[in-house]
């Protein structure tokens, strides 16, 4: 989700940081394409629109789209970070 925009703000400050591994384990919230047409990180602009799904795990078990069918976002969300 956006805790993975801080990791990366938060490699971008810091001058002497060389190697940043990231590894989202899930997308943002789909509420956030009501409040955000974009991130910009870096210089780097993220539509939201693209990486922001409906659903999420509730008692380790997934409700919203099948997961395969996240597999695009999830490429934009890992391409853009």
């Known amino acids: 989700g956006t805790l993975s925009i ?3 703000e938060m490699f971008n400050h810091h001058a002497t940081a060389a190697t940043l591994c990231l590894k989202p ?3 943002p919230e789909w509420d956030h394409t ?3 047409d974009s991130w910009i990180v870096g ?3 993220i539509p939201t629109r693209d990486v922001c799904a409906q659903g999420k795990w ?3 078990r997934w ?3 099948p997961r ?3 597999r695009g976002k999830f490429s934009a969300w890992a391409g853009h970070l």
């Open 68 to 70: 395969s069918h996240l």
């Open 34 to 36: 009501f409040s955000h």
């Open 63 to 65: 409700v919203g789209p």
């Open 25 to 27: 384990c899930c997308l």
């Open 58 to 60: 509730k008692a380790n």
């Open 6 to 8: 801080k990791a990366v």
């Open 43 to 45: 210089g780097h602009c």
